[in-house]
């Protein structure tokens, strides 16, 4: 079996998870830029690693492209998002909900996804980010006041963190069969 693995990062986490990924699976993580190669490689799988943005997935519209267009392939997603990992405590619903939206079930039944945790650093997101991030910040404080979820979530990215762990992708892994 021959895996393309293709991310697309802004601040560098979900490039850390495809580095990683790549390294397990003994091929080259390929950046966004380079997806092309990945798409023409010849590969039987591709995995596909991307971060959350504005409740959607960076590069999905691209992925569900080459999906059409090379249906014979096996095709992986890994989200990579400042949620903590799934628990009893935070539920995988928002993450869920993101996926679906960005791969509607019913047209895309056989995609398998993932979600790592990545991390917040507000400082290497771009201006527009920013700006966005800042009128989240505002918008999420009060909710924040009744919410302790939330409250945590706010506190956590406000002072920015590494939540990226390599066990989280074990999943991945195992059901790739590596």
Not at 15 to 42: C, I
Not at 123 to 131: A, E, F, H, N, V
Request: charged share 25%; glycine share 8%; net charge negative.
């Amino acid at each position: 079996m021959i895996t393309a693995v293709v991310y697309c990062s802004q601040t560098g986490y979900t490039r850390t998870y495809a580095r990683w990924l790549a390294e397990s699976l003994g091929t080259e993580a390929l950046p966004f830029e380079r997806r092309d190669e990945a798409a023409a490689s010849g590969a039987d799988t591709l995995v596909f690693l991307s971060w959350f943005h504005a409740g959607g997935l960076k590069g999905a519209k691209w992925l569900r492209g080459l999906m059409d267009a090379q249906p014979g392939k096996r095709y992986v997603v890994v989200g990579v998002g400042a949620y903590p990992m799934p628990s009893e405590d935070w539920p995988q619903s928002d993450t869920d909900e993101a996926f679906e939206r960005a791969f509607p079930h019913e047209r895309y039944s056989a995609l398998k996804h993932f979600y790592c945790q990545g991390g917040f650093d507000f400082d290497r997101l771009c201006t527009l980010d920013k700006l966005a991030m800042r009128a989240f910040f505002r918008m999420q404080a009060k909710a924040a006041e009744t919410d302790p979820r939330i409250a945590f979530a706010l506190e956590s990215m406000k002072q920015g963190f590494d939540g990226t762990n390599r066990a989280y992708l074990q999943p991945v892994l195992d059901y790739l069969g590596a």
